[in-house]
Structures are given as structure tokens and as C-alpha cells.
């Protein structure tokens, strides 16, 4: 019982990440000692149908490793639900101390995962190197703008995904990206089922493919898929900086003004040019608890998982 209630926490805190554009449960994944063991249960989902589907439940509950599945994702929705309006107003009224407490929990989080990286050399530096730029183009691109229709909630749903397994990729900003984000959000907010259920089915298809192909990376090249997923959460910092100036605005679905292109300022700059206080001290502290907080979890989880060897 404390094992499933600590791993539904892990989900939850999961859950939380994944509502904020920006941020990655991957992330969470990682740092809390469960992600290889996720990506290979949800490997394992396929080929538990054949024995389910000729009546050995057991042996198919055991091949996907669905009690760990269910806890966890149970955890998750528990969260996108019940905090999806807390994150979307902490956001939109505190916004400089939420992003600092997230910039110090992937800062830490870059360090736990790279020192995981076996052996050092030019491979696993070209790797690290492209993570870096592959984030960072994410977070400069500028969002474009799909239709709400069951195809791209859909298609959205399968790219989302593939964005929250990775460490520094945020399936929310992902969304954000394809002009998608509020409908979504709005969507979990208001109960809409249908555009719910029509963005978890693209959700399940991206799921099983992309868990299963980043799995087997992990088993063959562990080392340099390491060091990209590094890079990738080192590259995801520029889009949690707390402090930016808005550069251009877009209407969203329900007819607000939201930041389209913004850049990033350091914190007196971001004082003289809004007249607003930057609340550095704060900024510190709440970075600072965030990445205590990384560090007590990695303590108290215990995460020292077996290693395969890098190529």
C-alpha cells in the first residue's frame, strides 16, 4: 500500500507537470527513479493482448504490468483534473514564481540525468549538442494554428505525447505550438467528452509507438540517448525563464489576448521596461525549493536503477 501510494504521488506530480506548457512529466518521470520502467510496461501493453485475449488474465496483467500502469496514470489524471484551473491561475497571476520554482526543478534535473551518462566523449557530446538545439528551436518556434476537428485533436494527441515521455520536451507547450492548448485545456475544464476522448485516443496510438521505439533506444544506445535527453531539458530552461517581455499577442479560442512570441530579459531589465517588481528574492527562493525538492525526491525514491551499457 505505501508503494501504490507512492508511486499514485509520482503520477500526480506527473499530471501537474504535464498541464504547464513548458514543462515535461517525463521530467518527473526520470527524476523520481520510474522511467525506464514506464517506457518498458508500456512496451509491453501489445503483447500482453494475445494471452488476454485467450483468457489468461493474469498472464496478460502481468506482461503489461498493469497494476504500475494503472496506479500511475491514475495518478495523472487525478491531477490534469483536479489541477488544471489551479495551474492555469497560478500562472496567469503569479507567473514569475511558478516558472522559478520549474526553472530550478529542470536545472537540478539536468544534472541527475546527465551524471547517469557512463562514458564521456565526442558521441555522446554531439548528442548533448543536439538535444540542446532540438529544445530550443521548440521553444522559439512560432505557434501555428490547427482546426479543432476529431483528425487534428487526434493527430495532436499522438504528437503531445511523444513530447510528455521526454524529458525537457512539455507535451502541453507542444500544444501551444498547434494553436490547440486552450481547446484542450478547456476541454478537461468543462467535461467536453468527446474532444476528451478523441485526443486520448491519438494519445494511446503515440503512446504505445513512440514508448516502445524510445525504449529500445534506451536498451541499445543508452548513453547517447542520455546525453540528447540532457541536452533537451538543458534547451527546455530558455522557455521556463521567468522573466520575459512580450513581443506579440494572440486571440485564443475563447476571444482572451495571450502571448504569442516572447524573449527573454534578466530581471532588472524586466523591472524598468513593465515598471512591475521582479521579485528576485522570491525567484531565488521558490528556484531554490524546486531543486531541493528534485533532490529530496531522488533521496527518498532510492533511484539507482541497473545501467546496460552504453555503445
Known sequence: MKNALLLYAKGMA?????????????????????????LRSISAVPYAARPLLRGRIGEAWSTANASFLLILFAGVLTSILSLARLI????????????SFFFGLILVSVHLVGKEIQRRNLTRLVSFCLGIGFAYWI??????????????????GAIAICAMILPGISGSFILVLLGLYQVVLGA???????????????????????ARLLSWLLKRWRDLTLAFLTGLMLGSLNKVWPWKE???????????????????????????????????????LLAVGGIVLVLSLEWFAGRRQPMTEGV
Open 246 to 284: 512580450t513581443l506579440t499577442w494572440r486571440t485564443n479560442s475563447s476571444g482572451e489576448n495571450v502571448p504569442l512570441l516572447q524573449q527573454n530579459l534578466m530581471p532588472g531589465t524586466y523591472g524598468d521596461l513593465t515598471g512591475q517588481d521582479p521579485q528576485l528574492l522570491l525567484a531565488v
Open 14 to 38: 506527473m499530471g501537474a507537470a504535464d498541464v504547464v506548457p513548458g514543462v515535461s512529466g517525463g521530467t518527473v518521470a526520470f527524476i523520481t527513479g520510474i522511467y525506464d520502467e514506464l
Open 88 to 99: 492555469t491561475y497560478l500562472l496567469e497571476e503569479h507567473p514569475i514564481p511558478v516558472w
Open 188 to 210: 478537461v475544464k468543462s467535461l467536453d467528452v468527446g474532444v476528451m476522448m478523441t485526443f486520448a485516443a491519438g494519445c494511446v496510438v503515440g503512446l504505445l509507438s513512440f
Open 139 to 156: 521553444t522559439v518556434a512560432a505557434p501555428m494554428q490547427w482546426g479543432s476537428g476529431s483528425v487534428s485533436l487526434f493527430l495532436a
